[in-house]
């Protein structure tokens, strides 16, 4: 059997604006939509890198509050609790929407207005596997530092993509 081929969209420069483009990548998984959807969201624990956290001491789990609005978070070891994310859309199995509320001195923003969103959608394929599409946008909302967290995103997010699908595929 092939390796899976992760898709990958380059961000530009918009020159008019200055800003940079979305970071976007896409993968397919074989499983359903509704599955793909659990395994990205209520499952993400079981797929999100133990090293990917902005807490104090190691991370011990991650926990996405299902509903707009609801909090995303890491239980850390030594028994706190940190906000690192929110809930914008809630639309099961098709799409979710979150507030990144990781500055780019990778610490916790509490306001919104400050922060990016990453866009998941999930597109169900006559074949039985789903299109998971990623879209990190908005970075220019975090301030001074939002073009080196772009390209420390734009790098991230092929590992952890592969790291879900790879959940995604189990049992399938």
């Known amino acids: 059997m092939p390796e899976r081929q992760l898709m990958v969209d380059e961000a530009t420069v918009l020159a008019d604006s200055q800003e940079l483009a979305s970071v976007r990548k896409s993968v397919r998984v074989k499983a359903d939509v509704a599955r793909a959807f659990r395994v990205f969201t209520e499952g993400m624990d079981s797929w999100w890198p133990r090293t990917h956290h902005i807490g104090s001491s190691p991370m011990k789990r991650v926990v996405v509050e299902g509903r707009p609005m609801g909090a995303i978070y890491t239980e850390q070891e030594d028994g706190t609790n940190c906000p690192w994310g929110s809930v914008l859309t809630w639309e099961p199995p098709h799409l979710f929407v979150m507030a990144w509320q990781i500055r780019p001195d990778w610490q916790f923003e509490p306001e919104l207005s400050k922060c ?57």
């Open 116 to 172: 990016s969103e990453v866009e998941v959608r999930f597109t169900a394929a006559d074949d039985g596997t789903t299109l998971v599409e990623l879209e990190h946008r908005h970075m220019e909302r975090h301030g001074a530092g939002w073009s080196k967290m772009h390209g420390q995103v734009n790098s991230g997010w092929p590992g952890v993509m592969e790291l879900f699908a790879a959940k995604a595929d189990e049992g399938v």
